[in-house]
Protein backbone atom coordinates (compact mmCIF):
# COMPACT_ATOMS: atom_id res chain seq x y z
CA UNK A 1 0.00 0.00 0.00
CA UNK A 2 1.09 3.88 -0.67
CA UNK A 3 1.75 5.88 2.27
CA UNK A 4 0.34 9.35 2.70
CA UNK A 5 2.20 12.01 0.41
CA UNK A 6 4.14 9.51 -1.17
CA UNK A 7 6.37 9.12 2.11
CA UNK A 8 8.32 5.39 2.26
CA UNK A 9 7.54 5.43 5.75
CA UNK A 10 3.74 5.14 6.99
CA UNK A 11 3.32 7.24 9.95
CA UNK A 12 2.52 6.24 13.47
CA UNK A 13 -1.48 6.78 14.12
CA UNK A 14 -2.82 10.06 15.32
CA UNK A 15 0.59 11.53 13.80
CA UNK A 16 -0.04 13.42 10.21
CA UNK A 17 2.32 12.74 7.24
CA UNK A 18 3.97 15.68 5.31
CA UNK A 19 6.53 15.95 2.84
CA UNK A 20 8.09 19.30 1.47
CA UNK A 21 10.13 19.30 -1.44
CA UNK A 22 11.80 22.99 -1.83
CA UNK A 23 11.36 22.88 -6.13
CA UNK A 24 15.04 23.37 -8.07
CA UNK A 25 15.86 27.55 -9.20
CA UNK A 26 12.74 28.04 -11.34
CA UNK A 27 12.62 24.87 -13.33
CA UNK A 28 11.15 23.04 -11.04
CA UNK A 29 8.37 24.69 -8.33
CA UNK A 30 8.47 24.34 -4.36
CA UNK A 31 5.55 21.93 -3.14
CA UNK A 32 3.68 20.97 -0.12
CA UNK A 33 1.81 17.83 0.86
CA UNK A 34 0.08 17.09 4.17
CA UNK A 35 -1.62 14.07 5.50
CA UNK A 36 -1.97 13.18 1.66
CA UNK A 37 -3.43 16.37 0.52
CA UNK A 38 -1.14 19.05 -1.72
CA UNK A 39 -1.08 22.12 0.14
CA UNK A 40 0.85 24.18 -2.33
CA UNK A 41 2.26 23.26 -5.86
CA UNK A 42 2.73 24.73 -9.26
CA UNK A 43 -0.24 23.04 -10.22
CA UNK A 44 -2.65 24.83 -8.23
CA UNK A 45 -0.92 27.95 -8.75
CA UNK A 46 0.14 28.91 -5.34
CA UNK A 47 3.82 29.55 -5.02
CA UNK A 48 6.24 31.90 -5.20
CA UNK A 49 9.62 32.94 -5.44
CA UNK A 50 11.18 33.05 -1.65
CA UNK A 51 8.99 30.97 2.01
CA UNK A 52 6.01 29.40 0.75
CA UNK A 53 4.38 28.32 4.15
CA UNK A 54 1.00 26.40 5.11
CA UNK A 55 -0.32 27.42 8.10
CA UNK A 56 -2.09 24.09 9.58
CA UNK A 57 -4.68 23.18 12.54
CA UNK A 58 -2.30 21.18 14.25
CA UNK A 59 -5.60 19.22 15.80
CA UNK A 60 -7.27 18.44 13.12
CA UNK A 61 -5.41 19.24 10.12
CA UNK A 62 -7.10 21.84 8.49
CA UNK A 63 -5.78 24.05 6.04
CA UNK A 64 -5.86 27.18 7.97
CA UNK A 65 -3.78 29.89 5.20
CA UNK A 66 -0.95 29.58 2.58
CA UNK A 67 1.00 32.79 2.13
CA UNK A 68 4.15 33.47 0.18
CA UNK A 69 7.20 35.15 1.56
CA UNK A 70 9.41 37.10 -1.84
CA UNK A 71 12.66 37.35 -0.02
CA UNK A 72 14.57 38.91 -3.16
CA UNK A 73 12.53 42.06 -3.71
CA UNK A 74 11.91 43.01 0.20
Known amino acids: PQNKC ?3 KSCP ?4 AFKL ?3 AANVV ?3 IC ?3 VMLMS ?3 NNIGR ?3 IALVNGSNGQL ?3 GIFDMYSG
Open 64 to 66: LKT
Open 6 to 8: GNQ
Open 50 to 52: GLN
Open 13 to 16: QNYF
Open 34 to 36: FND
Open 42 to 44: SVK
Open 29 to 31: GPS
Open 21 to 23: ISG
